[in-house]
């Protein structure tokens, strides 16, 4: 199963990514809307590298550890295929 890097990034922002509740305020400086936050935060879609930027700026982060996540995340990924054929 393919790691959730937003909840992972809240876990390490805020402790526990289930105290965040996104209001008005963050959708509207992250430019995100409510459907596709709850799309990206379920890991139902993947999130976009300007959504990255957008959600570490609003928390006030470097974009370093969320972009990590990310790219540690598909390199996992692919070595799971790999050895799964």
């Known amino acids: 199963m393919e790691k959730n890097i937003i909840q992972e990034f809240l ?12 209001n008005k305020h963050f959708y509207n400086n992250t430019k995100i809307g409510r459907k596709r936050w709850g799309q990206i935060y379920r890991n139902e879609k993947s999130v976009t590298l300007k959504e990255l930027v957008q959600i570490s700026l609003y928390f006030g982060k470097k974009l370093n550890a969320i972009a990590e996540k990310r790219q ?14």
């Open 72 to 85: 540690l995340s598909l390199f996992t990924e692919d070595i799971d295929k790999e050895n799964s054929l």
């Open 11 to 22: 876990n390490e922002v805020l402790g526990n990514h289930k105290q965040f509740n996104p």
